[in-house]
């Protein structure tokens, strides 16, 4: 089955505890990317990657890192939480390297990440 | 940098009313997709509209993209409860950035 496959789905961790949120999909996809979603605010982009050991910063990046060394894996690195990066965490990927045209973005099933 | 409005931010329906959500881009798109994420869920692909005008239809949904191809909307014909979640509108400006808009909560009262 095609999939976005995020872990772990549920964490409780502590400020400045260096967590990391791992993301694998089995599409072959290109493009890979993490949201953020909070109340009233939608779904803001922390990072993305078009290609392997090609990243750049979304909207929100500020607090993350993350790696491309795989096609297949992109995770998200926290080094020192903060409760402010207490959120919901959503990985995505797309096909090709473009987001238009045909491609589209298929979610993983999120990670709900609270920080103390 | 682009900007993705999406109003209203929420909205509670009688079942059987019918709803609509609207998209309004600071810049002009390229496409615009629209997402569903339902309560505990993740977002899912819904559809994507290309052409300045355009108009699709999946069954009670119908989506529209503006002539100027900055707003889009979504309405939703006699909703069911089966229609509760988020619906989110993204779109992709001319640097192939992609941007979504805050979503519109949906909440059925059977």
């Known amino acids: 089955e095609a999939q976005v496959t995020q872990n772990p789905r549920y964490l409780i961790t502590v400020t400045g505890k260096k967590l990391t949120v791992t993301c694998s999909q089995n599409?072959?996809?290109?493009?890979m990317s993490w949201y953020r979603q909070d109340p009233g605010l939608g779904l803001r982009q922390i990072y993305y990657?078009?290609?392997?050991?090609?990243?750049d910063k979304g909207d929100v990046p500020e607090g993350y890192k993350v790696s491309r060394k795989e096609k297949r894996n992109f995770p998200l690195i926290l080094e020192s939480p903060s409760p402010n990066q207490t959120s919901l965490y959503f990985c995505a990927s797309s096909a090709g390297t473009k987001l238009w045209g045909a491609n589209v973005l298929t979610f993983g099933a999120g990670s709900r990440l609270t920080v103390l | 940098g682009q900007q993705v409005m999406q109003i209203p931010q929420y909205q509670h329906v009688q079942e059987g009313e019918d709803f609509t959500t609207y998209c309004n881009s600071s810049?002009?798109?390229?496409?615009i997709q629209w997402y569903k994420q339902r309560p505990g869920g993740h977002p899912v692909f819904l559809i994507q509209l290309v052409k300045s005008g355009e108009v699709k239809k999946q069954k009670r949904l119908t989506f529209q993209f503006g002539e100027a191809k900055k707003n889009s909307s979504l309405h939703i014909t006699a909703t069911q409860t089966t229609d509760v979640g988020t619906y989110f509108c993204?779109?992709?400006?001319?640097?192939?950035?992609?941007?979504f808009g805050g979503g519109t909560r949906l909440m059925v009262k059977p």
């Open positions: 993204a779109g992709t400006n001319a640097g192939n950035m992609l941007t």
């Open positions: 810049t002009t798109l390229s496409n």
């Open positions: 990657s078009m290609n392997v050991e090609v990243t």
């Open positions: 599409m072959n996809h290109e493009y």
